[in-house]
């Protein structure tokens, strides 16, 4: 079946550095991507989207490209503050298996000032 | 316009007994899944509704679990004689029908904890 498979974290990093979580997934389809990422406490926040082949999606600083030929979407970030510190989430919909969405395990990240 | 809500925020159970979670969609929206995440985990899909109807549950638990999202009133998802395995969060998300489908918008989550 369709699977995520993203970095373990935590990653811990220091203000203004380079970010890159990668993320790979399987699918038979032709499935929409996601980035969601949750703050302590809190629901889920889609962070950003593609729908299709070479798609890059992006929103606050943070962009990934939908490769299908290496099957990844890989987040990054040019400049990360404190205050992205969170899990992030890599996940797959829309594809042969309906509606639900497939998560990653999620990635912990961890901006010191 | 409101996001999806979510009731109650926490809730602490004994074994045995029931817990019942509530979620109403976003305004507009046609569509309820449930998630559930585990300390440090991912989040597992368990179940996607529409109005009266169960459309996919390939997720839920074959016993004890129970889910419903009535033509009236919020989404309800049903643990029966809870045991310490189920403490989690249980994430409920909406999404429009149609081609927004795909985009889910989730609400803060229920922790759930049984002592």
């Known amino acids: 079946g369709d699977s995520v498979t993203q970095m373990e974290g935590p990653v811990t990093l220091s203000e203004e550095a380079f970010l890159t979580i990668n993320c790979t997934y399987t699918a038979t389809g032709y499935p929409s991507l996601f980035w969601y990422v949750q703050y302590p406490g809190e629901g889920l926040q889609l962070l950003l989207k593609?729908?299709?082949?070479?798609d890059k999606g992006s929103n606050k600083g943070f962009e990934a490209t939908y490769r299908k030929e290496t099957t990844s979407f890989h987040l990054e970030k040019g400049s990360v503050q404190v205050s992205d510190s969170a899990v992030y989430f890599c996940a797959l919909g829309g594809n042969t298996g309906g509606f639900k969405t497939i998560f990653g395990a999620g990635t912990r990240l961890f901006v010191k000032a | 316009n409101a996001g999806v809500m979510q009731n109650p925020r926490h809730l602490v159970r004994r074994r045995g007994q029931e817990a019942r979670l509530r979620c109403s969609p976003m305004?507009?929206?046609?569509?309820v899944y449930w998630y559930r995440q585990l300390p440090e985990e991912g989040l597992k899909f368990m179940v996607y509704l529409q109005k009266e109807n169960i459309i996919d549950e390939s997720g839920m638990p074959k016993e004890r679990f129970s889910a419903e999202f009535p033509k009236e009133g919020p989404s309800i998802l049903r643990i029966q004689q809870v045991v310490r395995g189920d403490s989690a969060a249980y994430f409920c998300a909406s999404s429009p029908g149609g081609q927004g489908a795909y985009e889910q918008f989730f609400g803060p989550g229920t922790r759930l904890t049984v002592l």
């Open positions: 593609a729908t299709k082949a070479d």
């Open positions: 305004k507009g929206h046609s569509h």
